[in-house]
Protein backbone atom coordinates (compact mmCIF):
# COMPACT_ATOMS: atom_id res chain seq x y z
CA UNK A 1 0.00 0.00 0.00
CA UNK A 2 3.38 2.23 0.35
CA UNK A 3 2.86 3.02 -3.28
CA UNK A 4 -0.47 4.19 -3.33
CA UNK A 5 -0.73 6.04 -0.23
CA UNK A 6 2.70 8.08 -1.85
CA UNK A 7 0.47 8.73 -5.30
CA UNK A 8 -2.45 9.51 -2.87
CA UNK A 9 -0.46 12.02 -1.08
CA UNK A 10 1.27 13.51 -3.42
CA UNK A 11 -2.02 13.86 -5.44
CA UNK A 12 -3.63 15.77 -2.64
CA UNK A 13 -0.43 17.97 -1.23
CA UNK A 14 0.76 18.65 -4.48
CA UNK A 15 -0.05 20.88 -7.68
CA UNK A 16 3.04 20.43 -9.38
CA UNK A 17 2.30 17.40 -12.31
CA UNK A 18 3.08 13.63 -11.24
CA UNK A 19 4.75 11.88 -13.72
CA UNK A 20 4.70 7.16 -13.09
CA UNK A 21 7.43 5.64 -14.41
CA UNK A 22 8.80 1.63 -14.42
CA UNK A 23 9.16 -0.88 -16.35
CA UNK A 24 6.31 -1.98 -18.77
CA UNK A 25 4.11 -4.64 -17.01
CA UNK A 26 4.75 -4.20 -13.39
CA UNK A 27 1.49 -1.98 -12.70
CA UNK A 28 1.76 1.72 -12.86
CA UNK A 29 -1.65 2.13 -14.63
CA UNK A 30 -3.64 -0.28 -12.36
CA UNK A 31 -1.57 1.54 -9.42
CA UNK A 32 -3.28 5.01 -10.43
CA UNK A 33 -6.26 4.13 -11.17
CA UNK A 34 -6.36 2.10 -7.58
CA UNK A 35 -5.96 5.23 -6.25
CA UNK A 36 -9.18 6.87 -7.41
CA UNK A 37 -11.19 3.76 -5.61
CA UNK A 38 -13.89 4.30 -3.18
CA UNK A 39 -11.35 2.99 -0.36
CA UNK A 40 -9.14 6.05 -0.65
CA UNK A 41 -8.56 8.99 1.34
CA UNK A 42 -10.09 11.02 -1.95
CA UNK A 43 -13.79 12.29 -2.07
CA UNK A 44 -14.58 8.98 -4.32
CA UNK A 45 -17.36 10.42 -5.96
CA UNK A 46 -16.13 14.43 -6.47
CA UNK A 47 -12.27 12.40 -7.65
CA UNK A 48 -14.33 10.43 -10.20
CA UNK A 49 -16.02 13.29 -11.52
CA UNK A 50 -13.08 14.86 -11.88
CA UNK A 51 -11.06 12.41 -13.73
CA UNK A 52 -10.06 12.12 -17.69
CA UNK A 53 -8.64 9.40 -19.07
CA UNK A 54 -6.33 9.16 -22.70
CA UNK A 55 -4.52 6.31 -23.47
CA UNK A 56 -1.81 7.30 -26.21
CA UNK A 57 -0.93 4.26 -27.48
CA UNK A 58 -4.99 3.21 -27.66
CA UNK A 59 -5.97 6.36 -28.68
CA UNK A 60 -8.19 6.52 -31.84
CA UNK A 61 -8.50 9.46 -32.35
CA UNK A 62 -4.97 10.81 -33.44
CA UNK A 63 -4.27 14.53 -32.06
CA UNK A 64 -6.51 15.52 -29.14
CA UNK A 65 -5.05 19.12 -29.11
CA UNK A 66 -8.22 20.49 -30.01
CA UNK A 67 -10.15 18.70 -26.95
CA UNK A 68 -6.71 19.75 -24.45
CA UNK A 69 -7.20 23.12 -25.45
CA UNK A 70 -11.38 23.15 -25.08
CA UNK A 71 -10.52 21.35 -21.57
CA UNK A 72 -7.70 24.24 -20.50
CA UNK A 73 -10.38 27.02 -21.59
CA UNK A 74 -13.14 25.62 -19.28
CA UNK A 75 -10.22 25.49 -16.47
CA UNK A 76 -12.46 23.03 -14.07
CA UNK A 77 -11.15 21.07 -11.30
CA UNK A 78 -10.32 18.31 -13.22
CA UNK A 79 -7.04 15.23 -12.70
CA UNK A 80 -6.22 14.44 -16.39
CA UNK A 81 -4.09 10.67 -16.40
CA UNK A 82 -2.34 10.43 -19.81
CA UNK A 83 -1.51 6.87 -19.92
CA UNK A 84 1.82 5.77 -22.42
CA UNK A 85 2.93 9.22 -22.06
CA UNK A 86 6.33 10.08 -23.44
CA UNK A 87 8.47 12.51 -21.66
CA UNK A 88 7.85 15.41 -24.36
CA UNK A 89 3.95 14.73 -24.22
CA UNK A 90 4.17 15.11 -20.42
CA UNK A 91 6.23 18.31 -20.72
CA UNK A 92 3.68 19.26 -23.19
CA UNK A 93 0.53 18.77 -20.94
CA UNK A 94 2.21 20.41 -17.67
CA UNK A 95 3.06 23.84 -19.80
CA UNK A 96 -0.52 23.53 -21.37
CA UNK A 97 -2.02 22.99 -17.64
CA UNK A 98 0.28 25.40 -15.75
CA UNK A 99 -1.94 28.02 -13.90
CA UNK A 100 -5.13 25.83 -14.20
CA UNK A 101 -6.87 23.77 -11.92
CA UNK A 102 -6.09 20.74 -13.87
CA UNK A 103 -3.92 18.57 -12.46
CA UNK A 104 -1.64 16.16 -15.23
CA UNK A 105 -0.59 12.41 -14.12
CA UNK A 106 1.19 10.74 -17.15
CA UNK A 107 2.32 7.49 -17.01
CA UNK A 108 4.87 5.34 -18.88
CA UNK A 109 7.73 2.64 -19.18
CA UNK A 110 11.35 3.12 -19.16
CA UNK A 111 13.75 0.48 -20.16
CA UNK A 112 15.78 0.24 -17.56
CA UNK A 113 16.20 2.61 -14.00
CA UNK A 114 18.95 4.53 -14.86
CA UNK A 115 16.43 6.02 -17.68
CA UNK A 116 13.76 7.76 -14.98
CA UNK A 117 12.63 9.84 -17.67
CA UNK A 118 11.45 12.98 -15.69
CA UNK A 119 9.50 10.61 -13.50
CA UNK A 120 8.12 12.02 -10.02
CA UNK A 121 7.25 8.76 -9.00
CA UNK A 122 9.13 5.28 -9.96
CA UNK A 123 8.11 2.00 -9.87
CA UNK A 124 11.07 -0.08 -9.10
CA UNK A 125 9.47 -3.31 -7.90
CA UNK A 126 6.52 -5.21 -9.28
CA UNK A 127 3.63 -3.91 -7.48
CA UNK A 128 0.74 -6.24 -8.61
CA UNK A 129 1.22 -7.92 -5.47
CA UNK A 130 0.27 -4.36 -3.45
CA UNK A 131 -2.50 -3.96 -5.86
CA UNK A 132 -3.96 -7.32 -5.47
CA UNK A 133 -3.69 -6.92 -1.43
CA UNK A 134 -5.64 -3.52 -1.58
CA UNK A 135 -8.38 -4.52 -3.72
CA UNK A 136 -9.27 -7.64 -1.77
CA UNK A 137 -8.45 -5.87 1.65
CA UNK A 138 -11.20 -3.45 0.64
CA UNK A 139 -13.86 -5.44 -1.41
CA UNK A 140 -13.48 -8.71 0.40
CA UNK A 141 -12.75 -8.15 3.81
CA UNK A 142 -13.58 -11.22 5.30
CA UNK A 143 -11.30 -13.13 2.67
CA UNK A 144 -8.08 -14.44 3.39
CA UNK A 145 -5.57 -12.15 1.22
CA UNK A 146 -2.86 -14.65 0.46
CA UNK A 147 -5.58 -17.53 -0.48
CA UNK A 148 -6.81 -15.48 -3.33
CA UNK A 149 -3.73 -14.24 -4.90
CA UNK A 150 -2.95 -17.70 -4.60
CA UNK A 151 -6.07 -18.45 -6.77
CA UNK A 152 -5.44 -16.63 -9.81
CA UNK A 153 -1.62 -16.95 -9.42
CA UNK A 154 -0.66 -13.49 -8.93
CA UNK A 155 -2.23 -12.57 -12.40
CA UNK A 156 -3.96 -9.51 -12.04
CA UNK A 157 -5.18 -9.44 -15.66
CA UNK A 158 -7.35 -12.23 -14.35
CA UNK A 159 -8.91 -10.97 -11.83
CA UNK A 160 -9.55 -7.53 -12.71
CA UNK A 161 -12.86 -8.57 -15.23
CA UNK A 162 -13.90 -10.54 -12.02
CA UNK A 163 -14.59 -7.32 -10.02
CA UNK A 164 -15.84 -5.47 -12.85
CA UNK A 165 -18.16 -7.95 -13.11
CA UNK A 166 -19.23 -7.84 -9.28
CA UNK A 167 -18.38 -11.11 -8.20
CA UNK A 168 -18.92 -11.75 -4.47
CA UNK A 169 -17.37 -13.33 -1.39
CA UNK A 170 -19.09 -16.23 -1.98
CA UNK A 171 -18.03 -16.76 -5.95
CA UNK A 172 -14.50 -17.26 -4.46
CA UNK A 173 -15.49 -20.83 -3.03
CA UNK A 174 -15.14 -21.77 -6.96
CA UNK A 175 -11.81 -22.45 -8.52
CA UNK A 176 -10.08 -19.55 -9.96
CA UNK A 177 -10.89 -21.74 -13.39
CA UNK A 178 -14.19 -21.88 -13.20
CA UNK A 179 -14.49 -17.83 -12.36
CA UNK A 180 -12.67 -17.13 -15.32
CA UNK A 181 -14.54 -19.50 -17.80
CA UNK A 182 -18.08 -18.75 -16.53
Same mark, same amino acid.
Given at each position: ?5 ? =?? @?? +? ?10 ? =???? $?? !? ?8 ? @? $?? =? ?27 ? %? ?6 ? +? ?18 ? @????? =? ?14 ? *? %? %?????? !? ?16 ? &????? &??? @?????? +?? %???? $? ?5 ? *? ?9
Amino acid at each position: RNKIIE =LR @NS +IIQDNRPIRVCG =LAGC $GK !TRLVLEVFQK @N $GD =LNYHEMNEQIIYHDYDGALSGDISKQLAE %LKDINQSK +IFVADNCSLDNHRKLAKLFN @NTRIK =LISINSITNFEETNGA *T %L %LIEDNV !TFEIFENIIKNKYASMPV &QEIIN &QFE @NNLDKF +IP %LIEA $GINEADF *TKPAIDLITS
